[in-house]
T-cell receptor, first 116, second 111 residues
């Protein structure tokens, strides 16, 4: 089946640090990937849609300069949280579309980001 | 934006019992997805539904796509401890491939 790998699984760093999270589709090509954020005891909230070879599209209220997304190949999208602060601490999850770009989305295992 | 009403919010059951949860919306959808999320992990797809009225099983799990296309339910039969987790329904948002998630049903199974 479709496997999505996310790395790292956990990051703890100081305030002001920039953090990069990778999302890879291991056995399929994904022209579209998605980045979600999940706060404790809440559902997944879509942050942005990552499109291979073009700019990401961001959901309302998500700062594009804060959350930089790069989708340089058909198997890799990266999310960089720039100058992270404690309020950016959260669980970040990526997903990818296989099946010719139609549902369902397949999810990575998430990255727990903790900013001190 | 489109919202899904997922219920119940949480369930506490005994091992061996059957479980039912559902999602409803005021909007019509052409796809309903059910995911399970274990603590500290990403959601895992359980069942995908693509046709109104469709009833699909995956082991002890059964899900149905409501005939009105505004709801779906997920049943788990003969629950076991490893069924513990949070179950989410999800639908593609407004003609795109972006997903909207329900708020989840947290399932606890007592041995």
């Amino acid at each position: 089946g479709a496997v999505v790998s996310q790395h790292p699984s956990r990051v703890i760093c100081k305030s002001g640090t920039s953090v990069k999270i990778e999302c890879r589709s291991l056995d399929f090509q994904a022209t579209t990937m998605f980045w979600y954020r999940q706060f404790p005891k809440q559902s997944l909230m879509l942050m942005a849609t990552s499109n291979e070879g073009s700019k990401a599209t961001y959901e309302q209220g998500v700062e594009k300069d804060k959350f930089l997304i790069n989708h340089a190949s058909l198997t890799l999208s990266t999310l960089t949280v720039t100058s992270a602060h404690p309020e950016d601490s959260s669980f970040y999850i990526c997903s990818a579309l296989d099946n010719g770009g139609t549902q369902p989305q397949h999810f990575g295992d998430g990255t727990r980001l903790s900013i001190l | 934006g489109q919202q899904l009403n997922q219920s119940p919010q949480s369930m506490f059951i005994q091992e061996g019992e059957d479980v039912s949860m559902n999602c409803t919306s005021s909007s019509i959808f052409n796809t309903w997805l059910w995911y399970k999320q274990d603590p500290g992990e990403g959601p895992v797809l359980l069942i995908a539904l693509y046709k109104a009225g469709e009833l699909t099983s995956n082991g002890r799990l059964t899900a149905q796509f409501g005939i009105t296309r505004k709801d779906s339910f997920l049943n788990i039969s003969a629950s076991i401890p490893s069924d513990v987790g949070i179950y989410f329904c999800a639908v593609p948002q407004g003609g795109s491939e972006k997903l909207v998630f329900g708020k989840g049903t947290k399932l606890t199974v007592n041995p």
